[in-house]
Every structure is written in C-alpha cells, then in structure tokens.
C-alpha cells in the first residue's frame, strides 16, 4: 500500500469501508465482487463522517503510528486528533481497519497502538 499517495488515514479508511461493501462472501461460493457501488450504511457514513475531521498530513502520522507502529505523532497532529476527531472516531476507524483482512492479524497490536496514541496526544493536548 502507498500511504505518501492517500492524504490521510481517514482516507485510507474511507477507502476500506467502501471495498468492504463491494465485497459479498458467502459460505458456499467464492468472494464475489460488485463493481457498482452502494449507499454507505449508517456506519459508514459515521466513519466518513470521522474521517472527513482530521487535518490531512495529520492521517499519514496517525496511520503509521497505529498500524505500523513506526512513526512518532507530532504535537501538532496530536491536538488536531483530540480536538477535530476525538477518541470514538479515532478508536472506531482503527477497530474498522484492523477487522480488515490486511491488518487482521495484528489486530491486538494495533489496538493497543491505537490507546497508545490517543493516551499520548490526550497528554499532549493538556499542554
């Protein structure tokens, strides 16, 4: 995955939440793909929502915070997490991306990541 060409996590989830609505499985037949796209559910549209708050370069530290664990969140994407996204909707996009087939298998590490951060930059934010 490129993540220089995405312009923030929020995107790349954005992303996800629609592949995963043109994928139907079912237990019989292989994965079947519907190249017409549908509505977004509600949740969808919550997880749009979220993603639509962050600051842009701010999505590309998150990620790789979170899901990779190699990179640092700067102060200034710190309070932009806590002040425009907030704690359900970054812990939200992150449960969504690590149920993804990608990142299922380490889907604890990157939970654990995901508190890690928010306790982080919740620290952050208070100075």
């Not at 939440?17 to 043109?22: K, N, Q, V």
């Not at 793909?33 to 530290?61: D, F, M």
Request: charged share 15%; proline share 4%.
């Amino acid at each position: 995955m490129a993540m220089k060409s995405f312009n923030s996590l929020f995107a790349i989830m954005a992303i996800l939440a629609s592949l995963t609505l043109l994928i139907k499985t079912s237990h019989s037949s292989p994965v079947e793909v519907n190249y017409a796209p549908g509505p977004l559910s509600a949740y969808g549209k919550y997880l749009s929502n979220c993603a639509s708050k962050l600051k842009p370069i701010c999505g590309q530290e998150i990620f790789s915070g979170v899901f990779v664990g190699s990179h640092a969140v700067s102060d200034n994407c710190c309070h932009s997490l806590v002040n425009d996204m907030g704690k359900s909707c970054h812990v939200d996009l992150t449960k969504y991306g690590a149920s993804s087939p990608t990142f299922k298998k380490n889907a604890t590490e990157i939970m654990e990541r995901c508190y890690k951060v928010w306790d982080y930059c919740s620290l952050v934010h208070l100075h």
